[in-house]
């Protein structure tokens, strides 16, 4: 048989995407191809579950316009199925005037991509958040707390319902474009699809170069660290308090995330990791880190956030480190409050030259199409970036 469409990569990226191939194009057939016996069985299955408003992107950017638009519909969409989630809103603290002058152009990028939010004082700050110190903050009205992966699911059933197929366990080892199809190999066989659509997540410039594409860019994996507050400080904060971000990194700082399930995280750090899908601490995966060691770009992304680097190094081997980062904004917080450590790993694109790849990335042929870029907020703007592939990929 050959498939009209398909698409590699069972996380939300890639199950969205086959979601909305079906919705544009009914009674196509689509197949899903996951490596993993399960769905969102990495970044998808290993985040923080926020709904971000979009306040952090540079106006005009995939990014800003997606996020935006993924907030609502990841709303409606829990809404139609029952899946629960909860509106906290977001804190943005500002602990120094350097974070406040930071804080104000985030004021300005809100106003300009029309995120609701309102600027607090120091004292309107403590009135919201009692346990919480800065001196002056940030209010994001429409941030929440969802569980992704019951989205996932969710998703599946309507890919399934809409007569997709989606196959777990069968990893993609060898791609080859043709003028009038494409051919996708697995260790349990080939298939043959019209088109092409890879959401490969932390593989996605393996896979790009599987199909022949030329990547001028490399995956690094970046390990984020979760902490687990202990039950009794389950209830320390009502909103998600994050810092002020550094505007010339990609993260977003270590925060403190009510989730859906009623407990509060704390995080995440950002090392760079040896392993691309390897949760427990300082895990190594020798393919992974031959290729990043012999990447180019390694070496300026290092000389250019020694500093950096170094800090989140400490605080990921020394608890007290990863405090102090926490109580610059919670000082009520005691070493003992962090329990049950577990980890997320994402996937950032980079140049040779070392620049960071800030927007999703997204590259064609004639009878494929490659996300090799989706950072956070990939989760977030799903839905609306499944469409957009869509629109792209569906003749």
Not at 109 to 130: S, V, Y
Not at 171 to 191: L, W
Not at 266 to 272: D, H, I, Q, R, S
Request: a positive charge.
């Amino acid at each position: 048989m050959t498939f009209d469409y398909c698409i590699i990569g069972a996380g939300i990226v890639g199950l969205a995407t086959a979601r909305a191939v079906l919705q544009r194009k009914p009674g196509a057939s689509v197949l899903v191809l996951e490596k993993e016996p399960e769905v969102a069985a990495h970044q998808t299955g290993h985040n923080s579950g926020v709904i971000h408003a979009g306040i952090y992107y540079e106006p005009g950017s995939l990014k800003a316009d997606l996020c935006k638009r993924g907030a609502a519909a990841t709303k409606r969409f829990a809404d139609d199925h029952g899946i629960e989630y909860r509106v906290t809103g977001k804190l943005l603290v500002a602990t120094d005037t350097t974070e406040l002058v930071r804080m104000e152009k985030l004021v300005e990028r809100a106003r300009i991509n029309g995120i609701d939010h309102e600027r607090l004082g120091a004292d309107e700050l403590r009135e919201r958040e009692p346990l919480v110190s800065g001196i002056g903050a940030l209010l994001v009205k429409a941030t929440g707390v969802i569980d992704f992966r019951r989205i996932c699911r969710a998703l599946v059933d309507e890919v399934l319902a809409a007569g997709g197929e989606v196959r777990t366990g069968h990893a993609v080892v060898e791609i080859a474009e043709r003028s009038d199809a494409v051919t996708v190999s697995t260790a349990d066989g080939t298939v043959t699809a019209r088109h092409l659509i890879a959401c490969a997540g932390l593989q996605a410039d393996r896979v790009a170069r599987l199909a022949g594409l030329h990547t001028d860019f490399q995956i690094m994996p970046f390990r984020g660290e979760y902490y687990r507050l202990r039950p009794e400080k389950s209830s320390i904060v009502r909103h998600l308090i994050y810092p002020i971000p550094d505007p010339d990194l990609p993260f977003l700082g270590v925060h403190l995330s009510p989730t859906i399930g009623g407990d509060i995280t704390v995080g995440p750090n950002a090392v760079l990791g040896f392993a691309r899908e390897k949760y427990r601490p300082f895990g190594v995966d020798r393919r992974d880190a031959v290729e990043l060691l012999r990447f180019p770009g390694l070496r300026r992304v290092a000389a250019a956030n020694v500093r950096t680097g170094i800090r989140e190094l400490r605080n990921a081997v020394f608890k007290r480190g990863y405090l102090a980062e926490c109580r610059k904004y919670c000082p009520s917080l005691e070493l003992d409050d962090l329990r049950d450590r577990h980890a997320g790993i994402r996937a950032q694109a980079v140049l040779a030259d070392g620049t960071f790849v800030h927007d999703f990335l997204i590259r064609s042929t004639d009878r494929m199409v490659h996300v090799v870029n989706a950072p956070s907020p990939a989760a977030t703007s799903a839905l609306p970036i499944g469409e957009l592939i869509a629109e792209r990929a569906v003749t």
